[in-house]
């Protein structure tokens, strides 16, 4: 694996970052005390070319790779977990649009999403039974002629409320996964509409909502891939989100560490910066060690899709260990600023909070040993 990065890699890493230092990091702690979606920040994110930094240019994307995704998930994470899952979503949606939609598909959503008429895009699988298991979903779409009418509730949908488009599962066929198609539906179709935003622990400025289909028509127009093989659509597309969502993760690490690293140095005790005692040494280059084998995988993972290699365990041991390490690394920095990081003045408490949907959404880390294993046995 390479990793030196291409120039236009390099240029959206910095361009990324420079927007996260300046306007995402300041106000971030604001957004998450008033769980705020800061609408106009994710629509300037799309202005500077982020909603589909792998999707082709004639679509309105950046055609820069996965690599250059993961670069710009992580930077933004460094400024603003919530802006990077909203980001780490809609680019997943813009992808799986343009990886099995058809021409007409292709045309009518994606650019809306990369210019960011449509602020968010959002990933509709979960529902209130069926997590882990989306196989075991209730919501039906039942065929009349050349229509679907959908009937179900998703659940845990990130950006419900806010996304111009929803690439939304239903049950088409009979029990399990084989019995699943893929749809995409517009905000404010007739019949669907998100109901009331989370009260969540962390990434508060990220909008989560269960979403309600109640004979909602759509045309067989609407349908994206094949009839009954949506099932498939959803693992392909989670493959390449949870590349995302390591990258997020990974971000969140870094800011914390960051943050660490500076109290240690600045906060005296016993007459000295606390950085001279060898506990809080350990801690920050134990932290710094997960950051770096975190980096690894995660690139790995990105670079192999970016070259149509298979990714998927990589993704998954991606997810799982970035997820992890950035956890252990937040949990240090807490420590670190003793009873200071256990208060909002200091953001250390917010990453803390952060990091912890990363090991449950795109698939707990659970599942994620699952398929490394299922992978490893089934050789
Ligand atoms: C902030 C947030 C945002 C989200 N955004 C989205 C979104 O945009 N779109 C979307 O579709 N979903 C979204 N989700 C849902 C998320 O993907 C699910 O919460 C996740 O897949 C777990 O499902 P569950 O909550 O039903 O837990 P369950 O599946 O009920 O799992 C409960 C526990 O059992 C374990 N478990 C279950 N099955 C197994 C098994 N076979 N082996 C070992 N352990 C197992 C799990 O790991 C977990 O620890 C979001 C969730 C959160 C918290």
């Given at each position: 694996?390479?990793?030196?990065?291409?120039?236009?890699?390099?240029?959206?890493?910095?361009?990324?970052?420079?927007?996260?230092?300046?306007?995402?990091?300041?106000?971030?702690?604001?957004?998450?005390?008033?769980?705020?979606?800061?609408?106009?920040?994710?629509?300037s994110?799309?202005e500077?070319?982020?909603?589909?930094?792998?999707?082709?240019?004639?679509?309105?994307?950046?055609?820069?790779?996965p690599?250059?995704?993961?670069?710009?998930?992580?930077e933004?994470a460094?400024?603003?977990?919530?802006?990077?899952?909203?980001?780490?979503?809609?680019?997943?949606?813009?992808?799986?649009?343009?990886?099995?939609?058809?021409?007409?598909?292709?045309?009518?959503?994606?650019?809306?999403?990369?210019?960011g008429?449509?602020?968010?895009?959002?990933?509709?699988?979960?529902?209130?039974?069926?997590?882990?298991?989306?196989?075991?979903?209730?919501?039906?779409?039942?065929?009349?002629?050349?229509?679907?009418?959908?009937?179900?509730?998703?659940?845990?949908?990130?950006?419900?409320?806010?996304?111009?488009v929803h690439?939304?599962?239903?049950?088409?066929?009979?029990?399990?996964?084989?019995?699943?198609?893929?749809?995409?539906?517009?905000?404010?179709?007739?019949?669907?509409?998100?109901?009331?935003?989370?009260?969540?622990?962390?990434?508060?400025a990220?909008?989560?909502?269960?979403?309600?289909?109640?004979?909602?028509?759509?045309?067989?127009?609407?349908?994206?891939g094949?009839?009954?093989e949506?099932?498939?659509?959803?693992?392909?597309?989670?493959?390449?989100?949870?590349?995302?969502?390591?990258?997020?993760?990974?971000?969140?690490?870094?800011?914390?560490?960051?943050?660490?690293?500076?109290?240690?140095?600045?906060?005296?005790?016993?007459?000295?910066?606390?950085?001279n005692?060898?506990?809080?040494?350990?801690?920050?280059?134990?932290?710094?060690?997960?950051?770096?084998?975190?980096?690894?995988?995660?690139?790995?993972?990105?670079?192999?899709k970016?070259?149509?290699r298979?990714?998927?365990?990589?993704?998954?041991?991606?997810?799982?260990?970035?997820?992890?390490?950035?956890?252990?690394?937040?949990?240090?920095?807490?420590?670190?600023h003793?009873?200071?990081?256990?208060?909002?003045?200091?953001?250390?408490?917010?990453h803390?909070?952060?990091?912890?949907?990363?090991?449950?959404?795109e698939?707990?880390?659970?599942?994620?040993?699952?398929?490394?294993?299922?992978?490893?046995?089934?050789?």
């Amino acid at each position: 694996m390479d990793l030196r990065f291409s120039e236009e890699e390099t240029l959206i890493r910095d361009m990324a970052r420079e927007f996260a230092r300046n306007e995402l990091k300041p106000n971030a702690g604001t957004w998450d005390e008033e769980s705020r979606f800061p609408e106009d920040k994710i629509r300037s994110m799309a202005e500077l070319g982020l909603m589909g930094v792998n999707v082709p240019e004639s679509l309105g994307g950046a055609e820069a790779g996965p690599v250059a995704l993961s670069l710009a998930v992580t930077e933004i994470a460094k400024g603003c977990a919530s802006c990077a899952v909203t980001l780490s979503v809609t680019n997943m949606v813009c992808e799986v649009i343009t990886a099995f939609g058809t021409e007409a598909q292709k045309l009518r959503y994606c650019p809306k999403i990369t210019s960011g008429e449509y602020v968010a895009g959002a990933f509709s699988l979960s529902e209130a039974g069926a997590g882990s298991d989306p196989g075991g979903m209730k919501t039906t779409a039942v065929r009349k002629g050349d229509r679907f009418i959908l009937n179900g509730e998703k659940m845990w949908i990130t950006s419900g409320a806010y996304a111009g488009v929803h690439v939304v599962w239903a049950r088409t066929g009979g029990k399990g996964a084989k019995g699943i198609s893929c749809f995409l539906v517009e905000a404010g179709t007739p019949g669907m509409k998100p109901g009331k935003k989370e009260n969540k622990m962390g990434l508060r400025a990220s909008n989560t909502c269960p979403v309600l289909f109640e004979d909602c028509e759509v045309g067989e127009d609407a349908l994206l891939g094949v009839e009954n093989e949506g099932f498939k659509v959803a693992m392909m597309a989670l493959d390449g989100g949870r590349i995302g969502i390591a990258s997020q993760a990974l971000g969140i690490g870094l800011a914390a560490q960051e943050a660490a690293v500076a109290y240690a140095k600045e906060r005296q005790q016993f007459g000295q910066a606390i950085a001279n005692f060898e506990a809080i040494q350990w801690m920050l280059a134990d932290s710094e060690t997960d950051l770096s084998a975190a980096r690894q995988l995660t690139y790995r993972a990105a670079w192999l899709k970016g070259r149509h290699r298979p990714f998927s365990q990589e993704a998954s041991m991606a997810k799982t260990f970035s997820t992890e390490a950035a956890w252990r690394v937040c949990d240090n920095a807490v420590q670190v600023h003793g009873g200071y990081g256990y208060v909002k003045e200091y953001e250390v408490e917010r990453h803390y909070r952060d990091i912890r949907a990363t090991r449950i959404y795109e698939g707990t880390n659970q599942i994620q040993r699952v398929v490394i294993a299922r992978n490893l046995l089934c050789k």
